[in-house]
């Protein structure tokens, strides 16, 4: 059974930072293309960031670019998610993505991802 465990989210003011981690049982990191998304109120889930299988490859949103670092951990099996720089417009639940079937080599789609996790909480006050 896939779990993807969602860390690290809380109130920051704008200009800070924060890091989420995406704990994963039961799926291999590194055996895995995984993406961050997220959804702000009324809104739909939206790209942020994703990493290859192979993690030589990421790619980021444009609205994140140079703000926010897809990375992992092997050994921790663990995805993180470094954001700087936040803005109110940051605020939304961030979500965890993982796919483990082959075709995809970065996903930037909702329906690319197979396992998600519950969602972590970003609120940028201004």
């Known amino acids: 059974q896939v779990q993807l465990v969602e860390s690290g989210g809380g109130l920051v003011q704008a200009g800070g930072s924060l890091r989420l981690s995406c704990a994963a049982s039961?799926?291999?990191?590194?055996?895995?293309?995984m993406g961050w998304f997220r959804q702000a109120p009324g809104k739909e889930r939206e790209f942020v960031a994703a990493?290859?299988?192979?993690?030589?490859?990421?790619s980021h949103a444009d609205s994140v670019k140079g703000r926010y670092t897809i990375s992992r951990d092997n050994a921790k099996n663990t995805v993180y998610l470094q954001m700087n720089s936040l803005k109110p417009e940051d605020t939304a639940v961030y979500y965890c993505?993982?796919?483990?079937?082959?075709?995809?080599?970065?996903?930037?789609?909702?329906?690319?991802?197979?396992?998600w996790g519950q969602g972590t909480q970003v609120t940028v006050s201004s």
């Open positions: 039961g799926l291999t990191v590194s055996s895995s293309a």
């Open positions: 990493i290859s299988r192979s993690g030589g490859l990421t």
């Open positions: 993505a993982g796919r483990t079937k082959f075709g995809v080599v970065v996903g930037t789609r909702t329906n690319e991802y197979d396992f």
